[in-house]
């Protein structure tokens, strides 16, 4: 059985740090890992996307302010975020794109972390 599995989050004030972390087991090999938010009333959105070959990409609003790492050996991503806003207030759900037997990609999502950063 596949498990997602995010840590990390908190109430911290804005101007402050925190870091995110998500762990995946049951898996053979992941592709991308990606960390989305979702604000209350709004749609999901893309934060940060890291591939098998470390390459990334951010979103405009996290771009300077936030770092993704990822683990292949032990599966795990990582979201190190500075200069946190009050914007930044929202669910972070982990995504993975892996397989858990050879020659089938599935798609995997954690349960969510909530972070809140209070101006």
């Known amino acids: 059985q596949v498990q997602v599995v995010e840590s990390g989050g908190g109430l911290v004030q804005a101007g402050g740090s925190l870091r995110l972390s998500c762990a995946a087991s049951?898996?053979?090999?992941?592709?991308?890992m990606v960390w989305y938010r979702q604000a209350p009333g709004k749609q999901r959105e893309l934060v940060a996307v890291?591939?098998?070959?470390?390459?990334?990409n951010y979103a405009d609003s996290a771009k300077g302010r936030f770092t993704i790492s990822r683990d292949n050996a032990k599966k795990t991503v990582s979201l190190q975020m500075s200069s946190l806003k009050p914007e930044d207030t929202a669910v972070y759900y982990c995504?993975?794109?892996?397989?858990?037997?050879?020659?089938?990609?599935?798609?995997?999502w954690g349960q969510g972390t909530q972070v809140t950063v209070s101006s």
């Open positions: 995504y993975v794109r892996a397989a858990k037997v050879f020659g089938k990609m599935d798609d995997y």
């Open positions: 049951g898996i053979l090999f992941s592709s991308d």
């Open positions: 890291i591939n098998s070959g470390g390459s990334t």
